[in-house]
């Protein structure tokens, strides 16, 4: 499991990628003033509070004093950063299914490298809420990344809709004839009794930081 903060701002995450992309370019880092002329902001504070932001998220370090000091947090650790913005599209029950329409709600910013994963035009994140899947340490307010197209294997957690109503649970097999199993003995297993459709297998789990 990879903690990460999942809630950037646009222009954070317009920093982050201005930064990346001039590391890649193997350019210094920009200054204040510099990342507020390429983003189209005119206040330098602004900049600042933002750079603030994503250095007490872990994201960024910088050396007081010194106005080009601002460095990409795993490059201070010795190797690249690559960052991916992954579409959060909202949120999905670990408890019983339930219809749930998915609207876009913003990214999902994540260093691929520590987290393990290779994203790809198909992978979403979703929110959790319910306390279904809490046996393998899936919570109520997680995010899980999500890779569509995925064929599932038996044990995979997966995204699914049974029967048109969506729900997050542990993908299984049983004499041919797959169900879906909650991860705390509250919930019982869900037999599909029409339609079960796999919308895509749980590669990686973000925790939000508590605070």
């Known amino acids: 499991m990879f903690t990460l903060e999942p809630n950037l701002t646009p222009r ?12 890649a370019a193997g350019q210094p ?10 983003l189209g902001v005119a206040s330098v504070n602004a900049v600042s509070k933002h750079i ?6 872990g994201f960024l370090a910088t050396e007081a004093g010194k106005n080009r000091s601002i460095t990409l947090r795993s490059a201070v650790r010795g190797r690249p950063v690559r960052m991916a913005h992954i ?18 709600e913003g990214c999902v910013s994540v260093d ?21 899947m809490i046996g393998k340490h899936i919570v109520s307010g997680d995010v899980v990344i999500i890779e569509h197209g995925k064929e599932p294997r038996p044990g995979d957690v997966v995204a699914a809709l049974i029967d048109g109503q969506s729900t997050l ?3 299984l097999n049983q004499r041919g004839r797959p169900f ?6 509250k919930y019982p297993d869900l037999i599909p009794a029409a339609e079960l459709v796999i919308q895509g297998v749980m590669v990686a789990l973000i925790r939000k930081r508590a605070g």
Not at 112 to 132: K, V, W, Y
Not at 180 to 185: S, Y
């Open 169 to 171: 649970k542990t993908f």
């Open 180 to 185: 879906l199993r909650a991860e705390n003995p």
């Open 112 to 132: 691929i490298e520590t987290l393990g994963i290779r994203p790809t035009s198909r992978t979403f994140a979703l929110r959790i809420a319910g306390d279904s």
């Open 52 to 57: 603030e932001a994503l250095r007490q998220r």
């Open 29 to 38: 880092p920009p200054s204040y003033r510099e990342i507020g002329a390429a």
């Open 12 to 23: 954070q995450r317009e920093i982050l990628q201005l930064l990346e992309s001039r590391r």
């Open 87 to 104: 579409p959060l599209v909202g949120s999905i029950p670990a408890g019983l299914p339930a219809d749930r329409e998915q609207e876009t």
